[in-house]
């Protein structure tokens, strides 16, 4: 799931934070992946999807996002890839 998207100073979605691992939300991790990798479509019912283009792991592999103070949508740190994951 998506959970966050991180700006660049020019104010273009460079990165976006999503959830992977765990259960209902227990044992999760957050990492930052390229919006680049990201394919953003419509299914039959024109519902927006969204799916990576990443294995799972490249994802495992992927450094934590780290939030820098409280989560009011400033500022976190990541070594947030430049370049999309390994894809299948």
Do not use: C, H, Y
């Amino acid at each position: 799931m998506v959970g966050e998207l991180v700006l660049s100073k020019d104010g273009k979605v460079a990165a976006v934070v999503i959830g992977i691992g765990g259960f209902l939300g227990m044992g999760e991790r957050e990492v930052a992946v390229n919006v680049a990798s990201l394919r953003i479509a419509q299914d039959n019912n024109n519902k927006t999807t969204v799916s990576l283009n990443a294995t799972e792991e490249s994802l495992k592999a992927a450094p934590e996002w780290q939030w820098i103070g409280d989560r009011s949508g400033t500022t976190g740190n990541s070594s947030a890839p430049t370049q999309p994951p390994a894809s299948k």
